[in-house]
C-alpha cells in the first residue's frame, strides 16, 4: 500500500493516507463544483492526521451526510468524512491536497450530485 502526504495550503492541517491512487471523482453538486475538488474514497482508518488538534473546521449541507472540513486560516479544503452505503467510516481525500501527484495521469469519474 502506498502512502501519500497531504495538506492544506498553509500547512495547519497535514496528514498521511494509505492506499492506491486508481482514479478520482469530479463530483457536479453545488459544493464540489465550486470547490473544484477532485476526491478520492478511502477507508477513514487510512487516514491519519499529523495533528488531531489542529484547528478544522466543517461544513455540512443537504442530507448532512458528509463532514466537509477546511481550515479556517486559508481556507482550503483537504478532505471530509462521511458513511459509505455499508455504515462503514469513509474519507474523501482531495486529490489536489496531495503532495507529487501528478493529477494529468489519474483517471478521473463524473459524477452526478447535482441530480442526486
Known amino acids: 500500500m ?7 495550503h498553509c500547512g495547519s ?15 457536479n453538486c453545488s459544493i464540489c463544483s465550486r470547490k473544484g475538488s477532485l476526491l478520492w474514497f478511502v477507508p477513514r482508518d487510512q487516514l491519519q ?12 449541507f443537504n442530507k448532512h451526510v458528509i463532514q466537509h472540513h477546511f481550515c479556517p486560516t486559508c481556507g482550503m479544503h483537504p478532505f471530509g468524512e462521511g458513511k ?32 442526486q
Not at 91 to 101: P, S, Y
Open 2 to 8: 502506498t502512502t501519500y502526504r497531504g495538506s492544506c
Open 13 to 27: 492541517i497535514a496528514f498521511a493516507v494509505q492506499g492506491e491512487l486508481e482514479s478520482a471523482l469530479a463530483c
Open 49 to 60: 492526521l499529523d495533528n488531531p488538534d489542529a484547528p478544522l473546521s466543517t461544513y455540512t
Open 84 to 115: 459509505a452505503p455499508d455504515g462503514s467510516a469513509m474519507a474523501a481525500i482531495n486529490i489536489r491536497c496531495l503532495e507529487d501527484i501528478d493529477l494529468a495521469t489519474v483517471p478521473v469519474e463524473l459524477y452526478d450530485g447535482k441530480s
